[in-house]
């Protein structure tokens, strides 16, 4: 058994973790922060939780009262706040999983570039393990620090890996067409814009998100050359979910089929206990993954053009579901437990 804190308890991840979390026969929540006026039980803030879990949610988290009530802490706080916490933590011993994007990327110029605050930790930046399972399991496994991914990233990394691997695609022509549920975009602006974003569907920060930088990371490091996608994410009027349609296009005389391509999925995730290979002909849909920590991926090939359809739960497997796989894999537990 192992005791956890989580930071952020307030928002959707953090609410998303409590859920899990309460389940989780290996596991006791014994410290909860968010940024809330006053200490209240966190069956005030959510009462769902009335009866489930009687626990204070304090205001300022306290290092030292951390440090005696957890083994690990989650840290589901909004981008470029994990910094103020993360050294602190780590300095007593604690393992973490922070759920921002702060230790994301390994070019801190990048990191300040693209989220518009000079990064305050980099000795723990350079040390960051990326929190994919299905590529980094075994680093994962002795780390004390993950990054989690980010959930656009991790729909369109697990779609993408396998054909970089193998060379089957041009590495300078991946479109990436992202939809996700609201939530994605924190409850703090989606309390603000409930009415407006139910009643809509559209694009934003066309090529110029944030997530573009880490999914150009990772798809470079499977391909082994420099990738700049084209992604442009949308917001689906719809709490939760993302389905990706990735554009790819086949290289060096390469023209698969769509069995060849759904044979080599198959066999490249066989062993990954959340990613689901659509047979050839399927296709994924959201409402078969939200709620889960699966990725289920369909494909379709005409020799020369290669569609890749990647769904995820934006809050699960994008989030909180993934940040709880890797916890359990660091800490030996069999790696679906409480998933």
Known sequence: ????????????????????????????????????????????????????????????????????????????????????????????????????????????DLYEKWYKKQHKDKETNRISIYGLPEL??????????????????????????????????????????AKSGFSGAGREMVEKNKAEILANFKAYKINVHQHSPEINQELSTAAGQKVAVVFVPHLLPLEKGILETIYLKAAGGNKPSTGELVKLYKEFYKDEPFVRVMDEGVFPQLKDVVG????????????????????????VKGASGQAVQNMNIMCGFDEKTGL
């Open 292 to 315: 889960t920590n699966f990725c289920d991926i369909g494909l379709m090939s005409d020799g020369r053009n290669i569609i890749v359809i990647s769904t995820i739960d934006n809050l």
């Open 1 to 108: 058994m192992i005791k956890v804190g989580i930071f952020g308890a307030s928002g959707f991840a953090g609410e998303q973790l409590i859920d899990i979390l309460l389940l989780h026969p290996e596991v006791k929540i014994t410290y909860l922060a968010a940024k809330i006026e006053k200490n209240e039980n966190i069956a005030q803030i959510y009462p769902h939780f009335a009866g489930k879990i009687d626990l204070v949610c304090h205001n300022a988290p306290d290092t030292a009262e951390v440090a005696r009530a957890c083994d690990l802490v989650f840290l589901a706080l909004p981008h470029t706040v994990s910094m103020d916490f993360v050294p602190a933590l780590l300095q007593k011993n604690i393992k973490v999983i922070d759920l921002s994007a702060d230790y994301r990327l390994k070019d801190t």
């Open 136 to 177: 980094y399991r075994d680093q994962i496994k002795k780390a004390r620090f993950i990054a989690n991914p980010g959930c656009y990233p991790t729909a369109a990394i697990l779609a993408s890996v396998p054909l970089l691997k193998k060379k089957l695609i041009d590495p300078s022509d991946i479109i990436i067409d």
